[in-house]
């Protein structure tokens, strides 16, 4: 069993994504967090997630998030142990070819542009399941 962290603020953007993984829910679990603080928490297994069972085997994270941002919360997985190797995907509307350095300067798996409907949510999803990420 594949286990994801998606990490995004829109609840258009996180609905759209929760339904496309709807059809494969016997091979992934998804777990959601709605900014980067609780993205590391969950990760870390702090704070109401201290005592949390499994592994997570992909982040799937926007980088325009309230608070910490993704890229803050990248260069925190990066150094600390335990998941520093964790593959992490940037999911973003931006198109800034400086975001996209900075994220492979901090050491991104992959950068996607977030798409706009529910067609290519699930094909981007259908991707990351064929190609198998852990």
Known sequence: MQSLLLVEDNPHDLDLALIAFEPYAESVVVATARDGAEALDFLKREG???GRIGDTSLVLMDLKLP?????????EIRRTPGIA???V????SSREPQHLRCCYECGINAFLVKPT???EFSQIFRSW??????
């Open 129 to 134: 399941l064929l190609f198998g990420w852990d």
């Open 85 to 87: 190797s964790l593959p």
């Open 117 to 119: 409907g529910f067609k």
């Open 67 to 75: 608070g910490l941002t993704g890229v803050e919360v990248l260069r």
């Open 89 to 92: 995907v940037a999911l973003t």
């Open 48 to 50: 109401k997630w201290t």
